[in-house]
Structure formats: structure tokens, C-alpha cells
T-cell receptor
Framework: GAVVSQHPSWVICKSGTSVKIECRSL??????MFWYRQFPKQSLMLMAT?????????EQGVEKDKFLINHASLTLSTLTVTSAHPEDSSFYIC?????????????FGPGTRLTVL | KNEVEQSPQNLTAQEGEFITINCSYS?????LHWLQQHPGGGIVSLFM???GKKKHGRLIATINIQEKHSSLHITASHPRDSAVYIC???????????FGKGTHLIIQP
């Protein structure tokens, strides 16, 4: 199987603090990891695409200085929400890409619920 | 930008009924995913399709590339199937997915 974990599963923080979310592929090497965000009752939205050893590619409207992504190894990507504000409260989900039988499949993490007070 | 539309948005059915959820998209794709999201938020990937039809247990997914349309069917539905079902597409040349808004399915005993 292909398992992706996220840590923490939920976090509550004060406005102005920074929060780091980890995404790990546990039993495979993922050359590409994706970060998504989901606001209540809305669809998931791609925030950025992260390739190991290179800078992340951010979607339009996503501030790269606010959402710092580091993909230091083939099994770990981190998303840091810097100077978090209440409007950053959301459900953050990562996925990891794995090539199987010549096709790229994405496996999703369980998500991290961020609440900024 | 690919526009992904799902229907219906909400569906309540009785246990045992045959369920169909539809997804249409606007731009050519390299793959389409059907995902299941439970109330806690975690997402399970059900299918990835690029053509034809796939079956896994009581779940069947079909895709018509020419019509830019896919369907997810659930046979002999059960209350544990209650969840949000999400269609997501990977546009040609893109890596990330574009998601539909989801279909909130409730199966009543």
C-alpha cells in the first residue's frame, strides 16, 4: 500500500504565531507532493506543488512568503503558515505522488485542521 | 482552468438503493479521481481513471473522455457509504488536481 501521514492532525494557535505541518510518505518515495486547503463547505483548492530539492510552485493567489513549503527529502514535505491569522483557519491536506505502472497516482494524507484564534 | 461540476450536490437515499453521482469537466484531462471524504475530513482515494470503467467491490466508476463526463455508482448502498464524494481531475500538462465541490451522500437505514 501507499500511506501518507500528516502531523499534527489538528492545531490551535494564537494569531501571529507560525505553525508547521508535516507530510510524510511512509512506505514510498514521493518525488512530488501537493498541498491543498479546504475551507468549510467548499472544495479543496491546490495551494502549491512541491518537488524534492527544488522550490515549490505556488498557485495564483497563494502567498509564497506566508505559506513556506520545504521538500527536503523524498518522504517529507513541510508547510509552515507564518504569522497565522484567523482567516488562515482551514483544513490543510497534503498528497504524495507515486508512479505506478507508468501512471502517477496521488495518495492523500489525513489532513490537519488549523484554528487560529 | 478546468471547471469541474458535480451533481447532485446532496443526495439522501434508502439503504439498498443504487446510487449515481455525476461529474463533468471543461478541459481535457490526463486523469480523473473519485475521492471519499468522511466527516473528520480524511480523504480516501477510490478510483483513478483515464478511460473506460473500473470496479471495486460495490463501487463502479466510468469515464467518457469525448463527453468529458464521469459517473460513480454505488450498488446496494449502505449507511456506512454516507460521506462526501469528490471528483477531481488532472488537466493535461498539470500536476495538481482541480476538485469538484463534492456530493454529500446520506444513506438511511
Amino acid at each position: 500500500g501507499a500511506v501518507v501521514s500528516q502531523h499534527p492532525s489538528w492545531v490551535i494557535c494564537k494569531s501571529g504565531t507560525s505553525v508547521k505541518i508535516e507530510c510524510r510518505s511512509l512506505d514510498f518515495q514521493a518525488t512530488t507532493m501537493f498541498w491543498y486547503r479546504q475551507f468549510p463547505k467548499q472544495s479543496l483548492m491546490l495551494m502549491a506543488t512541491s518537488n524534492e530539492g527544488s522550490k515549490a510552485t505556488y498557485e495564483q493567489g497563494v502567498e509564497k512568503d506566508k505559506f513556506l513549503i520545504n521538500h527536503a527529502s523524498l518522504t517529507l514535505s513541510t508547510l509552515t503558515v507564518t504569522s497565522a491569522h484567523p482567516e488562515d483557519s482551514s483544513f490543510y491536506i497534503c498528497s504524495a505522488g507515486k508512479r505506478e505502472l507508468g501512471t502517477d497516482t496521488q495518495y492523500f494524507g489525513p489532513g490537519t485542521r488549523l484554528t487560529v484564534l | 482552468k478546468n471547471e469541474v461540476e458535480q451533481s447532485p450536490q446532496n443526495l439522501t437515499a434508502q439503504e439498498g438503493e443504487f446510487i449515481t453521482i455525476n461529474c463533468s469537466y471543461s478541459v481535457g484531462i490526463s486523469a480523473l479521481h473519485w475521492l471519499q471524504q468522511h466527516p473528520g475530513g480524511g480523504i480516501v482515494s477510490l478510483f483513478m481513471l483515464s478511460s473506460g470503467k473500473k470496479k471495486h467491490g460495490r463501487l463502479i466508476a466510468t469515464i467518457n473522455i469525448q463527453e468529458k463526463h464521469s459517473s460513480l455508482h454505488i450498488t446496494a448502498s449502505h449507511p456506512r457509504d454516507s460521506a462526501v464524494y469528490i471528483c477531481a481531475v488532472r488537466s493535461v500538462g498539470a500536476d495538481g488536481l482541480t476538485f469538484g465541490k463534492g456530493t454529500h451522500l446520506i444513506i438511511q437505514p
